[in-house]
Nanobody
Framework: DVQLQASGGGPVQAGGSLRLSCAFSRFTFDDYVIGWFRQAPGKEREGVLCLSSSDSNIYYADSVKGRFTISSDNAKNTVYLQMNSMEPEDTAVYYC?????????????????????WGKGTQVTVSS
């Protein structure tokens, strides 16, 4: 069974940085999309960054372009979300997510119903 384990959340001041990690069990498919969603109180869960394993294509939500990056360490089966220049609006529960198969990452990040597997969320709180 596929498992995703996110870690690294916590409090941070506006303008600061934080890195989230997502350790995942080995997928049975060679191709997959893995990424991060977030859900702020009272809001819908939204895709933030998604990475395609087949071509390393990355989708960025407009709200995080230039501030957040995603990377992966295939040897460790871990994907990272580096968050810089953080804003109070980034406060949310962040979820690691995966979709098996070859897909455009924006198609997965743009529709949470396309996610096959979710990790448990990790809280990120940005104070002003």
């Amino acid at each position: 069974d596929v498992q995703l384990q996110a870690s690294g959340g916590g409090p941070v001041q506006a303008g600061g940085s934080l890195r989230l990690s997502c350790a995942f069990s080995r997928f049975t498919f060679d191709d997959y999309v893995i990424g991060w969603f977030r859900q702020a109180p009272g809001k819908e869960r939204e895709g933030v960054l998604c990475l395609s394993s087949s071509d390393s294509n990355i989708y960025y939500a407009d709200s995080v372009k230039g501030r957040f990056t995603i990377s992966s360490d295939n040897a460790k089966n871990t994907v990272y979300l580096q968050m810089n220049s953080m804003e109070p609006e980034d406060t949310a529960v962040y979820y690691c997510a995966a979709r098996l198969g070859s897909y455009y990452p924006g198609a997965v990040c743009g529709n949470k119903n396309r996610v096959d597997y979710w990790g448990k969320g990790t809280q990120v709180t940005v104070s002003s």
